[in-house]
C-alpha cells in the first residue's frame, strides 16, 4: 500500500502558541486528506477533508480558524493548531486518498502525538 | 444518519484462541467495509476490505471477515490469536459509487486483550 509519513511524530508546545502538522504521501498522488483526532482510548473523529487546491471542508463543531488546513500539492497538507490549548492535547492522524485508485481505501500515517503545557 | 458500531469495548481471549469481533452498520445502501488495527501509539494498519463480490473476505496475518447483508455485519474473524495481536480494532464503512468520496465512518472500536 501507499505510505504516507506525519511530522513531527511528537511535538511539546506552550498553551499559547501555534504547532503545524505534515501530512505527506510518498508514493502516489492524493486528492484528497483527512485529518482525524482521536483522544484516549477513543475512536478517530474526522475533524476536516482537504482537496488539493480547494478550501478544506470542515465537520461540524470544528472549528476552522484553530486547526488550519492546507493542501498545497497533491502530496502534502499541513494541519496548523492556532493558539493551542491543553484541551487541544490529542493524537492527530492524517490520511490520504485517490478517486484514481483503484483500491479506494485511504492510506494512514503515523499520527502526530500533540501535547500542550 | 450512517453508523458504525462495535458492541463490544473489550475483549480478552487467551493466546491460540480463537477471535470473532463483531461490526453492524447502517448505510442506505452496501458500503465498502473495512477492517483496521492500531497498536498503541501508531497508526492505522489495514486488515481487509469488502468493495463486492464473494462476502468472505481473506486478509492480511490470517484475518478474515464476512460481510452479511440481511444483518448488516461484517464480524472480523481469526482462527487463534497471538499475543502480539493485542491492540484496537475499528470497523469503518464508505460511501461507494457517487457516493464515495474517501470518507469513512469509524466504529468505536475494541479493544483486544491476549492472555498467555
Known amino acids: 500500500g501507499a505510505v504516507v509519513s506525519q511530522h513531527p511524530s511528537r511535538v511539546i508546545c506552550k498553551s499559547g502558541t501555534s504547532v503545524k502538522i505534515e501530512c505527506r504521501s510518498l508514493d502516489f498522488q492524493a486528492t484528497t486528506m483527512f485529518w482525524y483526532r482521536q483522544f484516549p482510548k477513543q475512536s478517530l473523529m474526522l475533524m476536516a477533508t482537504?482537496?488539493?487546491?480547494?478550501?478544506?471542508?470542515?465537520e461540524q463543531g470544528v472549528e476552522k480558524d484553530k486547526f488550519l488546513i492546507n493542501h498545497a500539492s497533491l502530496t502534502l497538507s499541513t494541519l496548523t493548531v492556532t493558539s493551542a490549548h491543553p484541551e487541544d492535547s490529542s493524537f492527530y492522524i492524517c490520511?490520504?486518498?485517490?478517486?484514481?485508485?483503484?483500491?479506494?481505501?485511504?492510506?494512514f500515517g503515523p499520527g502526530t502525538r500533540l501535547t500542550v503545557t | 444518519a450512517q453508523s458504525v458500531t462495535q458492541p463490544d469495548i473489550h475483549i480478552t481471549v487467551s493466546e491460540g484462541a480463537s477471535l470473532e469481533l463483531r461490526c453492524n452498520y447502517s448505510?442506505?445502501?452496501?458500503?465498502?467495509l473495512f477492517w483496521y488495527v492500531q497498536s498503541p501509539g501508531q497508526g492505522l494498519q489495514l486488515l481487509l476490505k469488502y468493495f463486492s463480490g464473494d462476502t468472505l473476505v481473506q486478509g492480511i496475518k490470517g484475518f478474515e471477515a464476512e460481510f452479511k447483508r440481511s444483518q448488516s455485519s461484517f464480524n472480523l474473524r481469526k482462527p487463534s490469536v497471538h499475543w502480539s495481536e493485542a491492540a484496537e480494532y475499528f470497523c469503518a464503512v464508505g460511501g461507494v459509487g457517487s457516493s464515495n468520496t474517501g470518507k469513512l465512518i469509524f466504529g468505536q472500536g475494541t479493544t483486544l486483550q491476549v492472555k498467555p
Open positions: 490520511s490520504a486518498f485517490s478517486l484514481g485508485t483503484p483500491s479506494y481505501e485511504q492510506y
Open positions: 482537504s482537496n488539493e487546491g480547494s478550501k478544506a471542508t470542515y
Open positions: 448505510y442506505g445502501a452496501t458500503p465498502y
